[in-house]
């Protein structure tokens, strides 16, 4: 298992580990093969736990904390490592803290995975953006979260947009090309695809985060099933990757 490593502009700190699982390495069968990391998806539970432990010795990471993920935009901060996840996960789809050695994760299949590291406090967060996330700002409001609870300046953030869908594949209606044109500009669709990325990046430059301190992943989930799963390319029955950011310990 070789994990991807997204976010190498996040990790200049020297102080930071991040990145996302792929699909491969793993134990579970078709549909989830290999390495699905998530419980809600129909996988044999024991076959996660193993895949789980095969990703946490690999990263090495220990205290992990997920959220129960409903396609909104609720953040929830951890305050300090308890050594056990919160149990059970709380509903949101973002997760922030400004503690060392807690490993924030999300769970994605061609969802927008959005990692976030304010230099200079330190902090972190990362949420889940699918469409309906990002419709919904949820990574505005994760930035607005860290501020509100760290004091983040949104000037000192780092933004990476981890693999997901591209606009190459991701046909929707146009009634929603229309709403998302309407909210985050023209930009955001060609006429027939929706750009997630675009619409991510636009939200968070009108909020004040210079364009420059973003950065995109050009794999698409659906274009690469061999590293990926893709709920769009596989009919909605697939795994899960986890997508990671923690601040290690000194
Ligand atoms: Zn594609």
Request: aromatic residues 6%; proline residues 4%; contains cysteine.
């Amino acid at each position: 298992m070789k994990t991807y490593r997204a976010i190498q502009e996040l990790q200049t700190t020297g102080s930071v580990t991040a990145g996302i699982s792929l699909r491969t390495g793993g134990i579970s069968n078709t549909p989830y093969a290999t390495l699905n990391l998530a419980e809600h998806v129909g996988d044999d539970p024991r076959a996660v736990a193993t895949n789980r432990k095969i990703l946490f010795q690999q990263t090495g990471l220990k205290n992990w904390q997920y959220c129960r993920q409903v396609h909104g935009n609720c953040v929830i901060a951890v305050d300090a490592p308890t050594g056990a996840s919160l149990e059970p996960p709380p509903e949101a789809d973002a997760l922030i803290s400004a503690c060392r050695g807690v490993a924030l994760g999300i769970f994605t299949a061609d969802c927008v995975p959005i990692f976030i590291l304010d230099i200079e406090t330190p902090a972190i967060g990362i949420a889940h953006a699918g469409w309906r996330g990002t419709f919904a700002r949820v990574a505005v409001n994760t930035l607005a979260q860290m501020k509100a609870c760290f004091g983040t300046v949104i000037e000192n953030c780092r933004v990476h947009l981890g693999p997901a869908i591209q606009k190459c594949c991701y046909t929707v209606s146009a009634e929603l090309l229309t709403q998302f044109a309407e909210r985050f500009g023209c930009s955001v669709h060609d006429g027939t695809h929706l750009n997630l990325q675009a619409a991510n990046v636009n939200q968070l430059v009108e909020a004040g985060l210079p364009a420059t301190s973003i950065s995109i992943s050009p794999l698409c989930t659906a274009c690469r099933t061999d590293l990926f799963y893709s709920h769009r390319a596989e009919n909605g029955q697939t795994g899960r990757m986890l997508s990671y950011i923690q601040l290690d310990t000194e």
